[in-house]
């Protein structure tokens, strides 16, 4: 089941144009699945204007949305209320990491994983404990994933995890997650941004654990985590640190960084799928504040997350 209403106060990251005349593309801070405005749409022009207007004030907007069509279905103004709560909980994260563009056709899995040779990133720095094997990782991905809602509970955690809905709720997932593998296993944890912001891209993934379907979305998220992996050879004994991720929407276990990356340009549910860029950050990173990928939102209190988990608790991905 996917709802044909979904009411929420919303950020413009982007609009853009369809081609053929088909609509216009509404992408949104704190969803990731694409939207868009219909040609069709009853006072089309004037909800473009307010869609426009919001994005150059970077104004919040409450916006009725058709996720199983993936439309936008109203554009109002919000209250001075809701925006004053929306203002209040919007908590930016403090000296975020760059964003990098890339060409995942040419990444090299051989060396690109790598955390102390390729992927010397600053958000590392923060914290030293990092998990010390490849069991381990795989332990925290069961445990994680055993806490979806699609299974029988209740789960092992205050809120089970909406696996079974990857249309969109990345960014509580991955927060939740978060919260799992740094308090319950006391392990280091980052998050990984991946992009389809250059026009005319998107990420394309074919759901494959939940009914083969295509999913489309702007951006995603999951955190990634550095696993100790020890190579046995007859002269010796190597030890590496491999960035690994995540994500039991999309995998049966923790995949290299590389591996999530390319799974999401998936051709055969669009030809313009294309990652264009990504980005690793602090764990507290929750969702992106612009289309860019250079600013961040955080959710220190799981307010957010809760709320969105509870959202998508019943949903399914395919029809």
Known sequence: MRPTKETGILTVAALREQKQGRGIECLFNQREQIYVLP?????????????????????PLKLVLNPREGTVQRVDTPSDREVQTFEQERIVLEKPDKTRRIDV????????????YYLKVPTFRLCTKVIPSYKVAKDIFDFCAAQSCHLPGPPAISQCIPFQYVRDGCFARAHKMRQIIEDKYGYCSEKVFSFANQDPATLAVKAGKWGGCCVFWWYHVAPLVRVRIQLKFPFGTFQLTLAMVIDPGMFDKPVLLSTWLGAQQDTSCSALARVTMYSIQPSSAYWPLNHAGTMFGTDPTYSSTHTYLTLYKNLTTCP
């Open 39 to 59: 040609a069709r749409m009853a006072q089309r022009e004037a909800s473009l204007g307010r869609l426009r207007e919001a994005l150059d004030r970077d104004r």
């Open 105 to 116: 056709s040419k990444i090299d899995p051989t060396s690109f994983n790598i955390v102390d």
